[in-house]
Structures are given as structure tokens and as C-alpha cells.
């Protein structure tokens, strides 16, 4: 039996880098314009040398000396130039092809490099202080299309949000919440002490007033009613003359009442209004200090929580706040997007006129920018590094000559042009000298 190969991990391939049509062609021009030179000197040399061995004038002699010295210095710098990427000639000269040999520690050293110059919490801080964000945020707010553009823009990540959220678990969430909250806490210490300083401070009038006001309502539609109420309740047989008797006392008590329960609506002073704030202001002591009646309470809360109806309020709190956001965040027109674009544009009229609220404001995206700095600057030049690291050495070192090696090309035209002055100048004073 075959037992199949096991599979070995394979390094993740170096990225792939796309070369710069152009400037291939321009590196390409500047190495043919560098060797042309380059020939052109060795020509200039060889053609001097056999004049002045045919006995030719004496100028030749410097034609010579320029024309060597540029081969030299153009040899020279070719060889410089070139053993930054390659071995010249393939030769294993040391200290050659620095830029394959020493990619990772250059990678290395390019990263601290941006990282202790550029990258730092004070030059970003400073470079961030400088260009006023705060005016070109108020200077991009002003415009109302982009305003809408990114409360939409909002709006449907926004959504993204809601429908990712697991109702399931939101709603378990809001039930713990609410019973674990309502159940924990006792009702009546804290109900007391609301009662009681609602009271103390006259804020329960506008309660009261609404429940007689409710109730005087009441009585008023439902008179016949009550008056007829009443004269059931009458002591003697309720048959003949009897009745019409229990009847006008009805409607007697009803008024009665009705002009009774007016009274109270409109006078708070009221003998009565005042035994009743008396009395409220006797359960709000008795739901804070007696046991009895907080433990009523606490039994009241308990059939509260447990009573389905309360169950299935709970449960649909998450449904219709969801819906509610959705609808909200989807209508373009609805109160909620409106209000974001109003206050958008607030913000970008304050930040306009108020020097001190854009001086805050520059302050704190510089010191979130110093921060992301501090926090992960490190990181991000790494990035570099670690780039670097991944580069296939030969590849790499192609692509950085494409990249840079047109201006390097002209190391190799400057030293065969200094190089053959530099000879000329030598020559002419070693001929005065020896001469």
C-alpha cells in the first residue's frame, strides 16, 4: 500500500513587482549613454597614444592623459555603481553586491530610520498641528451634498451594525438587565424618597389636578350612573314611590359629588388636598422605613415581574427599538438623519467661529495622532522590514536599479568627465614640473 506524501509548507512566494516601462527605457538610455562615454574615452586614449608614439606634436600627450584618467575614473565609478547591486563580472569581490547581500539589514535600517525621523510622536503631533484639521473639517462640513453623503454613509453602516447583532442574544441581554435590575433593588426606598420630595416640593399638584380633573370628567358622562348606583344602595324596598324618592337622592349625591370633586380641582388649599398631601407624605415615610410596607411592595414588584404581561413587554422592547433604528436609519428624511445633519453642520459653523472650541479640537486629533503614534508607530514601520525581508534578493535589487539607478548612471558620466580633467590637469602640471 502507497502511503501518500506528506505535504511540506512552502514559503509564501516574494510579492510580486511590476517594473516601470519608463523606467526601464530611461535606465537603459542612461547605461548607454555612460558606456558611450565610457568607449569614447578609451577610443579618445588609444588613438593619442599611437599619435604621439608616431612622433606626432607634443599636445597629443594631453589628449592621452585626458583620455586614460577618463577611462579610469569611468571604470571606477562603473565598478562602484555596479557593486551595489551585482558582483562586477560576476567576480567575488568582497564588500560587492551590497544591496542583495545586505537587503534585510538595509530593510532594518530604512525602518528605524522613518521611524526615529519621520514616524515620531512629535513630528506627526506638529505636522498634524500645522495644517488646522479642524478648519478643513469645518471647510468640508460646509458643503450640505457632503454632509448628507456621510450621515448616508453612517446611516447604512449603522444598519450593517443592527442587522449583524443577534437578537437572540440582545434580547436575553435586555431581560437580565431589566429583571436582575428591578429584582435586586427594592422598590420601596427609593419610590419613598421620590414621593417624598415630590411632595415636600408641591412637584405632585400637576398629578393631582390631572386625577380630579380625569375624575370630574368622569362623573360628568357617567352622572346617570352613579346616580343610579346610589339609589340602589337605598336602605328601604326599592318598588313604587320608594324609588322615585331613592332616585332623586341619587342624582342629589351625584351632584353633589361632581361640584364636591370640582372643588378639589381647583382649589389646592383645600381641606381636603391638604389631608391628602398629609397622607401621601405618610407612605412616603412608611415605604422607606416600614418593614411591613416595604415588604407589600416587594410583593406587589414580584407578582409584577412574574405577570405575563410584563414577560411579553420585556421581550418586545429589543423587536421595536430595533425596528424603530432600522426605519429611522433607512428613511432619508426622518428625524433622526436630519438631526445628524444639523448637527453636522452646527459643528462645522462652531468650529468656524469659535477659536477656542477649533484650538480643542486640533488639540485632540493631534494628541490621538501622537497617540496612534506612540501606540503603534513601531508596528507600522516594521511593516518595512519585514516587507523587505519577504523580497527575493535578486529580484529586489533589479527593481531598486530600475528605481533609482537612471540618477546613478550619471556617477559613471561625472567620473569619466572629472576623471579625464583630473588627468589633463595632472599631465600639464607634471610636463611643468619635469619639463
Known amino acids: 500500500m502507497s502511503i501518500a506524501p ?5 514559503a509564501d512566494p516574494a510579492p510580486t513587482m511590476i517594473d516601470d516601462p519608463d523606467k526601464v527605457r530611461a535606465l537603459r538610455r542612461m547605461k548607454g549613454v555612460a558606456l558611450g562615454l565610457l568607449v569614447f574615452a578609451a577610443l579618445v586614449f588609444l588613438f593619442a597614444m599611437h599619435m604621439e608614439e608616431s612622433g606626432g606634436p607634443a599636445y597629443w600627450g594631453y ?3 585626458m583620455g586614460e584618467a577618463g577611462v579610469v575614473g569611468g571604470l571606477a565609478d562603473w565598478f562602484a555603481v555596479t557593486a551595489l547591486f551585482r558582483r562586477p563580472l560576476g567576480l567575488p569581490i568582497p564588500h560587492t553586491a551590497l544591496i542583495p547581500q545586505k537587503k534585510d539589514q538595509l530593510g532594518e535600517s530604512l525602518s528605524n530610520f522613518v521611524h526615529g525621523n519621520f514616524l515620531s510622536r512629535d513630528n506627526v503631533v506638529e505636522k498634524v498641528t500645522a495644517v488646522q484639521p479642524s478648519q478643513r473639517l469645518a471647510e468640508y462640513l460646509s458643503d450640505p451634498a457632503r454632509r448628507r453623503t456621510i450621515v448616508a454613509e453612517g446611516a447604512s453602516l449603522a444598519r450593517e451594525l443592527v442587522d449583524s447583532l443577534d437578537d437572540q442574544q440582545i434580547q436575553t441581554l435586555v431581560r437580565n438587565l431589566v429583571f436582575t435590575e428591578l429584582g435586586e433593588n427594592a422598590w420601596g426606598p427609593p419610590a419613598g424618597r421620590l414621593l417624598l420630595a415630590a411632595v415636600e416640593d408641591d412637584k405632585h399638584q400637576g398629578v393631582v389636578d390631572g386625577i380630579f380633573t380625569a375624575l370630574h370628567r368622569w362623573l360628568l358622562e357617567n352622572r346617570d350612573r352613579v346616580a343610579q ?8 324596598a326599592q318598588d313604587g314611590p320608594i324609588r322615585w324618592v331613592h332616585e332623586r337622592i341619587g342624582f342629589k349625591a351625584a351632584d353633589l359629588l361632581i361640584q364636591w370633586v370640582e372643588q378639589l380641582r381647583d382649589n389646592p388649599d383645600d381641606p381636603a388636598r391638604r389631608q391628602l398631601d398629609a397622607a401621601l407624605l405618610r407612605i412616603a415615610e412608611d415605604l422607606q422605613h416600614d418593614p411591613a410596607m416595604i415588604e407589600r411592595v416587594e410583593g406587589w414588584k414580584t407578582q409584577v415581574l412574574q405577570h405575563p404581561e410584563t414577560q411579553r413587554l420585556v421581550n418586545s422592547i429589543w423587536p421595536t427599538v430595533k425596528g424603530m433604528i432600522l426605519e429611522s436609519l433607512r428613511n432619508p428624511d426622518s428625524d433622526l438623519r436630519q438631526r445628524a445633519e444639523d448637527y453636522l453642520e452646527r459643528t462645522s459653523e462652531r468650529l468656524t467661529d469659535d477659536s477656542e472650541f477649533a484650538a480643542s479640537v486640533d488639540a485632540r486629533i493631534a494628541g490621538a495622532a501622537g497617540y496612534l503614534v506612540d501606540r503603534y508607530g513601531e508596528d507600522a514601520v516594521g511593516l518595512i522590514s519585514d516587507t523587505v525581508k519577504r523580497w527575493d534578493a535578486g529580484e529586489a535589487s533589479r527593481r531598486i536599479e530600475v ?8 556617477i559613471r558620466i561625472n567620473g569619466t568627465v572629472v576623471g579625464a580633467l583630473a588627468g589633463l590637469v595632472i599631465y600639464t602640471i607634471g610636463t611643468l614640473i619635469v619639463g
Open 63 to 65: 589628449i592621452r592623459a
Open 6 to 10: 506528506a505535504s511540506v509548507p512552502v
Open 403 to 410: 528605481a533609482v539607478g537612471k540618477d546613478l548612471q550619471f
Open 229 to 236: 348606583v346610589i339609589a340602589d344602595r337605598g336602605p328601604v
